[in-house]
């Protein structure tokens, strides 16, 4: 499928989702649409996705490496997870939008000033029970070298709100890595723009692992070092 088919697969799936969207959240019903729609839009860019393990639906806050845009329709998609985002991206046309449908939270990890703020939000929301997705590398990378965990939005979960469970998340590619991986100054569009185009089918492999309770941790950094542990530990499929 080239670059204008996948444009209107994608232009679609948008227009059904958002009006049922919109009628769910008039009579103010949990809406199932922009979990729906992600979920279409991993299948439209190419991804098959393969679920292993068991990702938990609540009370959980994912920590996952991240390798390309396409991460979050899929983890969106067979999680129902919100997401912790950069804050540029609420003022991105369209995309910002599409993110605060999916209730994403919106932080500026170089606001040091307002990290209790941050903090104090993602705090919350996994108080009301969310599934929310955290990529701690702060950034993409190469789809296989891990980079540093930041620790900062780990205070989210020191101590944890009650019940909350910390789930580590490896993404792997497979052989498509190279091609599909945002890596280096590649511009948000221009990424978006090659994934798109590029040809054919492939496998996007989500492995969830056992959460841990991060009560039995001293501090935020030593919970980002347990979670970069164990999804370094997740060696992905060549």
């Not at 919106?106 to 990290?115: G, K, P, S």
């Not at 101590?159 to 890595?177: E, L, M, N, S």
């Not at 511009?187 to 841990?212: I, K, M, Q």
Request: glycine share 10%.
């Amino acid at each position: 499928m080239n670059l204008p088919l996948r444009i209107a697969g994608l232009i679609a799936i948008f227009v059904p989702a958002l009006l049922l969207d919109g009628l769910w959240r008039l009579v103010r019903a949990p809406s199932p649409w922009p979990r729906l729609f992600l979920k279409g839009v991993a299948r439209v860019v190419g991804a098959r996705v393969r679920v292993v393990g068991r990702p938990l639906r609540r009370d959980v806050i994912f920590v996952s490496n991240h390798v390309s845009w396409t991460d979050i329709p899929a983890l969106a998609g067979a999680t129902g997870t919100a997401f912790v985002a950069k804050g540029e991206l609420a003022s991105a046309p369209l995309v910002g939008w599409l993110c605060s449908l999916n209730r994403t939270i919106f932080v500026r990890r170089e606001d040091r000033l307002r990290v209790g703020e941050q903090v104090a939000e993602v705090r919350d929301a996994l108080a009301a029970g969310w599934a929310l997705t955290l990529f701690p590398e702060g950034t993409t990378g190469d789809g296989v070298t891990l980079l540093p965990f930041k620790s900062a939005l780990f205070a989210a979960v020191d101590p944890p709100p009650p019940g909350t469970r910390v789930q580590p998340v490896r993404i792997d590619y497979g052989a498509d890595t190279p091609d599909l991986a945002w890596f280096g100054d590649e511009p948000g569009p221009a990424h978006v723009r090659r994934t798109l185009a590029r040809r054919g089918r492939f496998d996007l492999t989500l492995t969830f692992l056992d959460p841990f309770d991060p009560a039995g941790f001293s501090g935020r950094k030593a919970l980002a070092a347990e979670a970069q542990r164990r999804i370094a530990g997740a060696t992905p499929r060549r």
